[in-house]
């Protein structure tokens, strides 16, 4: 059988008058300037209440409810928190454990069936029940998508044949070749089981204005959505299947959450600060001295997965010469962007994962900032001329190339102007792409508009690598043999070849020299600059107690009370 073990380390808010904006971005600056220490109890230590629905605020709305497509993560941490899946992974040591599997799962030699019995007593919040034929559905979906309905395969399942009913509470899952990765798969919310009224859905069905069409099994259920702004999810009275080795079973203690969404960052701390609202997420660094001195709460919970990182699209004519890429590299000062623009809790990458991350490999010393040395490759690369605005040329072309900015990502925007600074110095003209998520998203996938991308990922399985580097899931690189835009000799296999690799072998530690292998690769042929590890920064009231997240930092209410209730 195979080892699922990982290695070792490894007060109340106006919610309408304040989303209609009744109290201007003015008045919530001098909300937050003059407002006093929050002095309720801080200790979490006193028996949990019931009662009462947390206000949260996301900086932008939600997009997608389709589980393996809530990745994003405002759709993630609703999804985190209305669902329930087979297997429950530990935050800290990334141990996995039965949850809606009565037992964690029987897995072959080779990791190709993985065989899982169903807890008995688990409905749908449309009443409907959880069944073996139910999760068999589930997973055919998610492993093998839907084409006619723009339903994608999930980027965290690989290798996926079929499913088989075996008994009323139990299935098995064929892959065509070892799946080591599936049964950790299943313990993320892109694996939150869905009735089968809602597998029927269409991607349209699972977006924006269909909130409530959404039926899952967690212990929050989604009962009101105001698009664009408001989400509210509500408490299941009937919840009685938490992971069985939890302290807490049955109810959630909150009567709900409501996420709120608005992309004025000032309103949302505003709103935090003033007491209008119970928690945030996305605290941008310059602010956590603020929030810690008037006595809120502040968690920066870490991602567990590749670092906040600009990946180098090779294919595109001015960055598929290495010394031009190793140049880049030298240029930046990833330093420079830490001290400036971070704190302590945005520590300086030393490899392309976290260290906290299944496959981590330290490799601090391949990003050395030196001016002169990327000054040396870039005469060598032929881009010795200089225009009258002091860029490099080469043939009357400019070495000018474009970075997306990764709204998700913390102050991304920032991130690439100090680059941009940086890389002038060396002669090389940085654009960045305008644009809301929507356009970011659509331009990122032209290699013409896009060729610096700016990107991270979170998962705690050595597949994250795959996730994000392989053709078939994020394609950070534009890398695909099937793209339109592909060249033969511009595509290098060599990566996919490796993430496959990693992704088929079943045993932890040639997981570990397979994963170890791609990250050397990336870093050999400059493929990748990671910057620092990423957390989530979170705020809330001191009446909130019990906060948690789950391994990669999206939030988890279930065990959250509030001080007072309701």
């Given at each position: 059988m195979t080892d699922l073990r990982p290695p070792a380390s490894a007060n109340s808010f106006a919610r309408r008058g304040f989303l209609s904006l009744g109290l201007g971005l003015g008045t919530f600056i001098t909300l937050s300037a003059c407002t006093p220490t929050d002095d309720a109890p801080l200790n979490d230590s006193g028996e949990p209440v019931q009662g009462g629905v947390l206000t949260y605020f996301e900086p932008q709305t939600w997009t997608m409810l389709y589980p393996p497509s809530v990745g994003f993560y405002p759709n993630g941490g609703i999804m985190?928190?209305?669902?329930?899946?087979?297997?429950?992974?530990?935050?800290?040591?990334?141990?996995?454990?039965?949850?809606l599997a009565a037992t964690l799962p029987e897995i072959n030699d080779d990791a190709t069936q993985h065989t899982f019995t169903i807890r008995d007593g688990v409905t749908y919040s449309d009443g409907s029940a959880l069944t073996a034929e139910n999760v068999a559905k589930n997973f055919d979906l998610f492993g093998r998508g839907d084409e006619a309905r723009t339903l994608p395969v999930s980027e965290?399942?690989?290798?996926?044949?079929?499913?088989?009913?075996?008994?009323?509470?139990?299935?098995?899952?064929?892959?065509s070749a070892p799946s080591p990765g599936f049964a950790q798969a299943t313990s993320t919310m892109n694996a939150g089981l869905l009735a089968n009224s809602t597998l029927d859905l269409d991607a349209e069905g699972f977006g924006p204005g269909s909130a409530t069409r959404i039926h899952t099994c967690g212990p929050f259920h989604v009962t009101e959505e105001t698009i664009g702004t408001k989400l509210a999810v509500r408490a299941r009275e009937d919840y009685d299947w938490a992971p069985p080795h939890f302290t807490h079973q049955g109810r959630a203690h909150l009567d709900g959450i409501d996420y709120l969404a608005n992309n004025e960052y000032s309103v949302r701390i505003g709103a935090v600060l003033s007491g209008q609202a119970d928690g945030v997420r996305d605290v941008e660094a310059p602010d956590e001295a603020r929030v810690?001195?008037?006595?809120?709460?502040?968690?920066?919970?870490?991602?567990n997965g590749i670092n906040n990182s600009i990946n180098f699209r090779f294919r595109h004519e001015l960055l598929d010469d290495?010394?031009?890429?190793?140049?880049?590299i030298a240029a930046v000062n990833r330093q420079e962007i830490v001290d400036k623009l971070f704190t302590p809790n945005y520590p300086l990458a030393t490899g392309l994962l976290a260290k906290g991350a299944m496959g981590y490999k330290d490799q601090s010393g391949s990003w050395v900032h030196d001016p002169e040395e990327a000054n040396r490759l870039l005469d060598e690369a032929g881009w010795a001329e200089r225009n009258d605005a002091g860029y490099r040329t080469k043939d009357g072309q400019t070495l000018a190339l474009t970075v997306n900015i990764a709204l998700p990502q913390p102050r991304s925007n920032e991130v690439q102007t100090l680059i941009q600074q940086q890389l002038r110095h060396v002669g090389v003209r940085l654009s960045i792409n305008p644009g809301d998520q929507s356009k970011q998203t659509l331009d990122a996938l032209d290699l013409d508009r896009v060729q610096i991308y700016h990107s991270m990922v979170a998962r705690a399985d050595f597949d994250n690598l795959r996730s994000n580097?392989?053709?078939?899931?994020?394609?950070?690189?534009?890398?695909?043999?099937?793209?339109?835009?592909?060249?033969?000799?511009?595509i290098d296999p060599e990566v996919d070849r490796l993430l496959d690799e990693l992704a088929s072998e079943p045993e932890t530690k040639r997981r570990q020299a397979a994963a170890e292998k791609v990250q050397d690769y990336l870093v050999a042929n400059a493929y990748v600059l990671p910057f620092f590890e990423e957390p989530q920064v979170f705020s809330f009231r001191r009446r909130v107690h019990g906060f948690a997240t789950e391994p990669v930092g999206r939030p988890d209410f279930y065990s959250t009370w509030l001080a007072g209730g309701r």
């Open positions: 985190n928190n209305i669902s329930a899946r087979l297997l429950w992974q530990d935050p800290d040591s990334l141990e996995l454990h039965p949850w965290q399942i690989s290798n996926y044949d079929r499913s088989e009913v075996l008994a009323e509470n139990r299935v098995r899952f064929h892959f810690t001195e008037q006595g809120l709460r502040l968690y920066a919970k870490a991602t290495i010394k031009v890429r190793r140049a880049i580097y392989s053709s078939v899931n994020r394609d950070v690189f534009l890398n695909g043999v099937d793209r339109e835009d592909a060249a033969d000799d511009s």
